[in-house]
């Protein structure tokens, strides 16, 4: 006897119909396809299996694959439910009988349904493979196209960026903050706090009096710097009353002498930042004094061209 089937595919979860030789109550499992009897009692429930399935499907292929929704829909109808004569369709798919032949004479023209050569005319789906195998290749052409115009825009927006910046830095004014410290307590405050900063270089310019006033109330801070790898200059005039001080210090940091011509405390700290004091000692104390700091890599700089007016012998200090 020849009964009416559904088979369903148990991977890819599409519904056929198909006609089926075999034993009205049985069902098969054959190569993970599943076989049912079309009976009064399932026909109805498998009917809207069928029509929900669809109906998802069309959503998607119309969103994803460029179709609108009568092709998706006709489409979907062919290639879930087999070839069809153009009436019998309409009522499947839900396309309005009017709009069914212009429907799928533009399906044709993209390859996506052919005419099959039998009367009453009837129209079959191309594989979608097939079907949408340019379609995706320019899809993928497309957007790695679309990646590599993103990565080459990203690195054309960032040398603008830093084009940008370089030319800013050199016409705008930059607005760099000074301190004015005055006092004895705020002077060698203000000194520690930049010495405690420093990470690579010291470098100190003084008279032979501020020399033993600064290894006097700094000279453990110092030691500490050395200790964590930080290079220490000193600049002073060196005579009877300091020369075994600096002796001593010469073990840890580089003094040099230089005539001080002024009676000035010249602090630099990694070329950031700077102190500049006029100092007035007292007994080997410091008395009232009066300071500017700073932290400027640009102040650093300008304020080095200055001290060989300051101090003879003293020439330029870089680290570059």
Same mark, same amino acid.
């Given at each position: ?75 979907? !109808?062919? =290639?879930? /439910?087999?070839? +069809?004569? @153009? ?12 709009? $069914? ?41 497309r957007t790695s196209d679309r990646v590599v115009l993103l990565v080459e825009s990203d ?13 800013q830095s050199t016409i705008e004014p930059q607005k760099e903050e000074v301190w004015i ?7 060698? !405050?203000? =000194?520690? /706090?930049?010495? +405690?900063? @420093? ?12 020399? $033993? ?89 300008? =304020? ?17």
């Amino acid at each position: 006897m020849v009964y009416d089937c559904w088979i369903l595919n148990l991977n890819s979860q599409s519904l056929q119909f198909v006609f089926w030789f075999h034993n009205y109550y049985n069902v098969l499992v054959l190569n993970e396809i599943l076989v049912l009897p079309l009976t009064r009692g399932n026909r109805m429930e498998l009917s809207e299996s069928v029509k929900l399935a669809g109906e998802e499907l069309f959503q998607k292929v119309s969103r994803y694959l460029g179709l609108s929704e009568y092709e998706a829909r006709v489409y979907v !109808s062919l =290639v879930m /439910e087999g070839a +069809s004569e @153009a009436r019998r369709l309409s009522m499947r798919c839900g396309v309005p009988r009017t709009k $069914v032949y212009a429907t799928l004479k533009k399906l044709m023209e993209r390859g996506l349904v052919f005419e099959l050569p039998v009367e009453p005319r009837k129209f079959a789906a191309t594989s979608p493979a097939e079907a949408f195998e340019q379609y995706l290749l320019h899809f993928k052409e497309r957007t790695s196209d679309r990646v590599v115009l993103l990565v080459e825009s990203d690195k054309v927006v960032s040398l603008l960026e830093e084009a940008y910046k370089k030319t800013q830095s050199t016409i705008e004014p930059q607005k760099e903050e000074v301190w004015i410290v005055q006092g004895k307590s705020e002077i060698p !405050s203000k =000194v520690r /706090e930049m010495l +405690s900063r @420093a990470k690579k270089t010291v470098d100190v310019v003084t008279t032979e009096n501020g020399f $033993v006033w600064f290894y006097k109330t700094f000279g453990k801070l110092l030691d500490k710097l050395v200790e964590n790898g930080a290079t220490v200059q000193i600049g002073t005039s060196i005579n009877s009353h300091n020369g075994r001080l600096a002796q001593e210090l010469r073990y840890i940091c580089e003094v040099k002498h230089v005539d001080v011509r002024s009676p000035l405390l010249y602090l630099c700290v990694d070329d950031q930042a700077l102190l500049l004091a006029k100092l007035k000692l007292n007994n080997g104390k410091l008395d009232s004094s009066l300071a500017f700091a700073c932290y400027s890599a640009t102040l650093c700089d300008l =304020v080095s061209l200055l001290l060989p007016r300051l101090a003879k012998g003293v020439c330029r200090i870089s680290h570059d």
